[in-house]
């Protein structure tokens, strides 16, 4: 059973645009604040924005004000919208739950390439 599947990379040039979103299993979605994470090439995964089970937001400083996180309820999915893209944000994006403690298996993300 698939827990986590992320969609909506891609590639696209300095200053774009991307949406991405998770469907999660009901199991890690309800009730559980769910976050974006990326891991860039040579780096380790890091955590850049979160939304809490009762919508409250947050955000790495260096996506702050580009980056928009949702949640949908009614169909546990998680979006990412992702405005004035950087070469810095190339990475695997991947959902998941914040706590560790019910935190699923990582799913295979979904690659955004920044370049022109």
């Known amino acids: 059973q698939v827990q986590l599947a992320e969609s909506g990379g891609g590639l696209v040039q300095p200053g774009g645009s991307l949406t991405l979103s998770c469907a999660a299993a009901?199991?890690?979605?309800?009730?559980?604040?769910m976050g974006w994470f990326r891991r860039a090439p040579g780096k380790q995964r890091e955590l850049v924005a979160t939304?809490?089970?009762?919508?409250?937001?947050g955000y790495a400083d260096d996506v702050k004000g580009r980056f928009t996180i949702s949640r949908n309820s009614a169909t546990n999915m998680v979006y990412l919208q992702m405005n004035s893209l950087k070469p810095a944000d190339t990475a695997v994006y991947y959902c998941?739950?914040?706590?560790?403690?019910?935190?699923?298996?990582w799913g295979q993300g979904t690659q955004v390439t920044v370049s022109s």
């Open positions: 998941n739950a914040v706590d560790i403690a019910t935190r699923a298996s």
């Open positions: 939304v809490t089970s009762d919508g409250r937001t």
């Open positions: 009901g199991s890690i979605f309800r009730g559980n604040a």
